[in-house]
């Protein structure tokens, strides 16, 4: 046989293909709100901050930040159904100014303005994020995660959390 029948995949397009798994693997889960409240609390987020929710789905954390800790935010989220709804509450809670939905990508996003950046993604997903967030975010930039840890990252500090309806979460604070 004068070739192999069996091609070797390029680095490249593995990860190409892995990314394309995680697009549709990191479904919509959304953070019960007392959790919510606590990652802002445990990222000291104030109305000097401009936050990033990675995944935003309804767009809870962002309209939170605005609405209870006085911060800027901006929800990325790929699912435009979800984007439309957290456009809608957005609106109706009259934030608009400091609150903004985009459907993109979160691999593609810049992240180089955000002060504060949410995840509540799989460790898998935290770890292709990690050398995007460390190469965009500003010193002293914070990232909180849920459940999951950016692999290879010390975190600040970590927290036990219950939701409203007493289960448990860990939070993991990082500071850039
Ligand atoms: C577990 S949910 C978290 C939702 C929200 N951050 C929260 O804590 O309530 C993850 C979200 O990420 C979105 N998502 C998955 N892959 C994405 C990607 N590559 N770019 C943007 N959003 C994505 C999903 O549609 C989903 O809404």
């Known amino acids: 046989m004068p070739f192999s029948l069996f091609r070797r995949r390029s ?3 593995a990860l190409e293909e892995a ?3 995680m697009r549709t693997a990191a479904f919509f889960a959304p953070t019960p709100w007392a959790v919510c409240r606590q990652m802002l609390e445990l990222a000291n987020v104030g109305p000097g901050d ?3 929710d990675l995944g935003s789905g309804d767009g809870r954390i ?3 930040a605005a ?3 006085g911060a800027s935010a901006v929800g990325i989220e790929l699912d435009e159904k979800l984007r439309r709804h957290a456009e809608e509450k957005t609106r109706e809670y009259g934030l608009n100014e400091r609150v903004a939905f985009r459907s993109e990508d979160f691999f593609k ?3 180089h303005k955000a002060t504060v950046v949410t995840l509540y993604l799989l460790t898998q997903v935290n770890g292709y994020l990690g050398p995007r967030m460390a190469s965009h975010l500003a010193k002293g930039a914070r ?3 849920l459940d999951y840890e950016v692999p290879g990252w010390r975190p600040e500090k970590t927290a036990d ?3 409203e309806g007493n289960v448990e979460y860990k939070l993991f604070l990082y500071r850039r």
């Open 109 to 111: 996003t810049d992240l």
């Open 11 to 13: 680095p490249a397009s």
């Open 67 to 69: 609405q209870e800790f």
């Open 19 to 21: 990314l394309k798994e």
């Open 161 to 163: 959390v219950k939701s």
């Open 143 to 145: 990232v909180v995660s």
């Open 50 to 52: 401009l936050l990033y």
């Open 62 to 64: 962002p309209i939170m």
